[in-house]
């Protein structure tokens, strides 16, 4: 399996809660930067190997025109050899979205969407900086499926400032009711650096408690469930057959290639981080040079680690056969965290593999640490 994934650095604003690499859009830096992502798709040239799923990831790729995303996808299709099944995926914020854009995206291929709403609330929308309100979502929405689209994800957040625990039933139950394919549904992490950290910071809100946000993520989960969605991975959760490939591809550790600045990339054990900022992305470009900032060889230990937090992030967990090659007894290797985990019913076990129980997977991020040397 082969991934591409690529990186748009551009938004009309930046919402208060990202740390995502983007910026606001300036016209000239757009131009220069979709010439300077032709010369870096160019250096990665591979006619050979098939590209099973791709993925535009902002930043807001669908701020785009119609000819600047035709561009784009007429340089893949020059470039790589796409699998006729591939999916072929787009970040999409509502208010950047149309009925002749979204026309003109199926037409070109693009058969997934992943559309950017996080809350139905005005207020909390406005409050953490999105630039739509729900009206203006539900009118793509519809757009997007008078379109042809079959396959559309939804981006949710909870444990937001001010956000109570019936607002984000609301929420719930709202885009249940519209029938989406796909729903990935996020607790709010504050990143430093961040408008949102910054008022926090300044005391200009308190985020709701563990308990809160725990009774939250187990709803969630319990709600989707009973309306046909099953949760294959912590925060996502899909109708039967549209779990997201290109996101599987990442956690089971498989290659793709990323393009864009600050995309990161992972080929043939080498994991890479581009560099992010638009002039020193142009200025290695012009220079016939790929735009990496970091990469690393990962070690076998690295590899090791990397599976294990990957696959316990999905439902299916941990398949000990998995570690066949490397030579690895995981149940013997792990022994003492497996039993120590056993005993706390923090996972389950058979003789094929283990995962969370749901205990579990609301400390997953403690979990984790056990298995790293």
């Not at 995502?20 to 798709?41: A, H, P, T, V």
């Not at 007894?329 to 129980?357: N, P, S, V, W």
């Amino acid at each position: 399996m082969l991934g591409l994934y690529i990186h748009i650095p551009f938004c009309v604003q930046k919402c208060k809660y990202c740390d995502f690499n983007s910026y606001k859009m300036i016209q000239s830096e757009k131009n220069r930067f979709l010439s300077d992502l032709k010369k870096e798709m160019a250096l990665y040239k591979n006619k050979d190997r098939k590209i099973n799923s791709i993925f535009f990831g902002g930043g807001t790729p669908s701020i785009l025109n119609n000819q600047e995303i035709k561009m784009i996808m007429d340089e893949i299709k020059q470039n790589f050899c796409i699998d006729e099944d591939a999916e072929i995926s787009m970040e999409c914020n509502p208010g950047t979205l149309n009925e002749e854009k979204l026309k003109f995206m199926k037409s070109i291929g693009i058969n997934r969407l992943s559309i950017g709403l996080q809350a139905v609330q005005e207020n909390l929308l406005g409050y953490i900086g999105r630039i739509h309100n729900y009206n203006q979502f539900e009118k793509n929405y519809f757009e997007a499926r008078k379109a042809g689209f079959e396959n559309i994800n939804i981006d949710l957040m909870y444990n937001l400032p001010h956000q109570t625990f019936e607002d984000w039933k609301e929420t719930l139950h709202k885009i249940v009711d519209l029938n989406p394919e796909h729903i990935s549904a996020y607790s709010l992490i504050l990143e430093e650096g961040t408008k949102l950290y910054e008022m926090y910071m300044d005391k200009e809100f308190d985020l709701g408690d563990e308990d809160e946000d725990i009774k939250m993520y187990e709803y969630t989960i319990d709600y989707l469930k009973s309306n046909g969605y099953n949760q294959y991975e912590i925060s996502n959760y899909a109708k039967m057959g549209y779990e997201c490939k290109h996101n599987i591809l990442y956690w089971k550790c498989k290659n793709y290639i990323g393009l864009g600045p600050g995309a990161s990339g992972y080929i043939n054990n080498v994991r890479y981080n581009n560099v992010k900022s638009l002039q020193d992305y142009h200025e290695k470009l012009s220079g016939n040079e790929k735009p990496i900032d970091f990469f690393e060889t990962l070690t076998e230990k690295d590899k090791i680690e990397e599976k294990i937090i990957m696959g316990l992030r999905m439902n299916e967990g941990i398949i000990f056969k998995d570690f066949e090659e490397f030579n690895l007894d995981f149940t013997e290797k792990y022994k003492e965290q497996l039993k120590r985990h056993l005993e706390l019913e923090l996972i389950e076990m058979t003789q094929e593999g283990f995962k969370f129980t749901q205990k579990g997977r609301e400390i997953s991020n403690n979990i984790f640490l056990d298995y790293i040397d």
